[in-house]
């Protein structure tokens, strides 16, 4: 069987690319976690929009239906004493 022989070249090649893969891993992984953060950094900020204009939302309904509930309240009374007067008439 023939040895085969490799060119120093080659292996002098290979040896350096994977020493730069080796070398750039940290770089990568410190871009990819700061690019994950910034993503949940800005959904964070999204969703502490979306809530504040819901509970803008809701407490205008609540204002909505406390004004409504105090104009029900006079009109009941003006209609208890629209009955005290109907029934005296009687």
């Known amino acids: 069987?023939?040895?085969l022989t490799v060119n120093e070249k080659i292996t002098d090649s290979i040896t350096q690319v994977n020493t730069?893969?080796?070398?750039?891993?940290?770089a990568m992984a410190?871009?990819?976690l700061y690019t994950s953060m910034g993503l949940a950094l800005s959904n964070s900020?999204?969703?502490s929009a979306a809530s504040?204009?819901?509970a803008g939302i809701t407490m205008q309904a609540a204002?909505?239906?406390g004004v409504n509930a105090l104009g029900a309240i006079g009109s009941a009374?003006?209609?208890?004493a629209a009955e005290g007067v109907i029934e005296?008439?009687?």
């Open 20 to 26: 730069k893969v080796l070398a750039d891993a940290p």
């Open 77 to 80: 009374v003006l209609g208890r």
């Open 52 to 54: 504040q204009q819901q």
């Open 88 to 90: 005296k008439d009687s």
């Open 45 to 47: 900020s999204l969703n």
């Open 30 to 32: 410190m871009g990819n």
């Open 63 to 65: 204002t909505v239906q």
């Open 1 to 3: 069987m023939a040895k």
